[in-house]
């Protein structure tokens, strides 16, 4: 029997009345205006309503974007994950929460790169359509990169994690914070000190919070290749995708050479960063997955450079 004899076999009704047999009714009489400027707006209502609101929006927008790089792809797309948000006044009832995924459909209609600079105009311009004295966006994203095998130099692509929240306030400007999380590997001390021979290792990840200072030029520094380099120059060895034996053999030797407890990750991490002249503060973790292990071990440090001033 073939398909079209199958599909005789049974009659069912018409699509419409699969649909009521299923709940669906008729509609109902239509009263209310269909015009935007006849509907009631709830939103912009004025009323004391009893408190201020820090911050209400949107999140977990998920959006394709253009990411620009000082490594190599140089310019790469992905999907970005977005917060948008702003206060509301004690005395407005909320906000139009459309006009967040508006603002987000104009800015990729003009080509959507992912900069501090293009994020800085996106706040102001959007705190202006949702007529308030501040607004802020955060996006998150993956950062791919091209590694290297030490030896061989066989190439694959390496991917962290990074975050630009910008805060914009007509009062008080700006407010940039970026973060990235990398990965490591790491050879324990103890381990090295109190065995034969061999050392367990496991892969770290290096998760660094950034405040950024008000001039800083990300023409002439990619902050993400900064962080970047900041967690990978201080682990017991870097992460590589492809690895031949002369590779794997250079860096297991080098991460024997190099052990790191997460309290010493941490501390070197927080040393470049506090070199680094565009980090006005900063908040450093390692999080080890532990091979011997069922647990994590982890390390936080942060620092503020302006206290050094009080």
Known sequence: MNQAELNKT??????????????????????????????????????????????????????????????????????????????????????????????????????????????????????????????????????????KGPYSQLAGMNHADATIQVKYDQNTGYDVTVSLTGKITTLCPCSKEISEYSAHNQRGNVTMEVKLTEDFDEQKMDWKAALLEAAESNASARIHPVLKRPDEKMVTEQAYENPRFVEDIVRLVAADLYEYDFVEAFTVQCRNEESIHLHDAVATLSYDKKQELL
């Open 10 to 147: 049974k009659q069912l009704p018409p699509k419409e009345d699969r649909h009521k047999l299923f709940g669906s009714v008729d509609p109902g009489p239509r009263t209310k205006p269909i015009e935007k400027e006849k509907m009631a707006d709830l939103q912009n209502s004025k009323k004391d309503f009893l408190f201020n609101i820090d911050m209400v929006g949107i999140s977990n927008v998920k959006h394709p974007i253009t990411i620009p790089s000082q490594l190599t792809p140089e310019i790469q797309t992905t999907i970005g994950t977005f917060s948008f948000g702003s206060s509301i006044a004690q005395g407005s009832k909320g906000t139009n929460m459309s006009r967040f995924t508006e603002q987000l459909d104009k800015y990729h209609h003009e080509g959507f790169a992912i900069d501090i600079e293009t994020l800085k105009s996106f706040t102001a311009e959007l705190a202006s359509r949702l007529k308030q004295e501040d607004a802020e966006v955060e996006v998150s994203f993956p950062w791919f990169f091209e590694r």
